[in-house]
């Protein structure tokens, strides 16, 4: 899965001459955190977040009254708050490197550009509905959770096991297990009992973690 399957385009952007107020506007309307910035050939210049107006607007402490407020928001451009420095991947980033960028660099959405153009954003919700899919969450089945070690084979051998009883894998996904020799192994099954599974796969796995149904 790349980024473009999951990007949401097109965008909702700013202008560097906007005001913090207009800003601010825009992101409570579409219920959005954050707003690239763009000049009037469409290039990226810059992203601006809710956390870095809050920094720029009056607290709840001051004596101004709320048209005064508004007057002190409407004379800051976007320009002067936002981040020159984006940090940006391309369409054909797989998805995953996206989530490792938005860790690494604790942020929560990143523009997606071709060259200088931008042509969508990925945020944290894309990448929470993309791992719905991957674990098959709104599937219906059994859901299986087995530790097992890290070695080749693995994974055919469970799923010989699934394939012979007459059962499907919908979904499969594997995680860090408890030391670098193992991994933590979910998957989403149908076709096959909850009892029965756990009895099956007993000789491929370390020991079964999770098992639970889904409707």
């Keep these: 899965m790349l980024v473009k399957d999951r990007m949401s385009h097109p965008v909702i952007t700013a202008m560097p001459q906007e005001s913090l107020d207009d800003a ?3 992101m409570k309307r579409e219920r959005i955190s954050r707003l690239p910035v763009v000049d009037k050939r469409g290039k990226l210049v810059g992203i601006i977040s809710e956390k870095q107006i809050l920094r720029y607007a009056p607290s709840e402490a001051t004596t101004l009254d709320v048209f005064e407020i508004q007057g002190i928001m409407n004379r800051i451009p976007v320009e002067k708050v936002m981040t020159r420095e ?5 369409p054909d980033t797989p998805i995953e490197e996206a989530a490792r960028i938005m860790v690494d660099n604790e942020i929560s959405g990143i523009p997606v550009v071709v060259g200088e153009a931008l042509m969508g954003i990925i945020a944290e919700t894309d990448l929470f509905k ?3 899919e991957v674990l098959g969450a709104r599937e219906p089945g059994v859901r299986l959770t087995v530790m097992m070690p890290k070695d080749p084979g693995g ?3 469970l799923s010989r096991v699934i394939f012979e009883a007459g059962g499907n894998i919908i979904s499969v996904g594997s995680f860090y297990g408890e ?6 192994v979910t998957l989403k099954v149908d076709g096959v009992a909850k009892e029965k599974l756990e009895e099956l796969v007993q000789n491929c796995v370390l020991k079964v973690v999770d098992i639970r149904e889904r409707m």
Excluded: K, N, Y
Excluded at 86 to 90: A, E, K, L
Excluded at 179 to 184: K, Y
């Design 130 to 132: 993309a791992f719905l």
């Design 155 to 157: 994974l055919a051998c």
């Design 24 to 26: 601010a506007a825009v």
């Design 86 to 90: 984006v940090i940006t991947v391309t």
């Design 179 to 184: 030391s670098s020799d193992t991994a933590e």
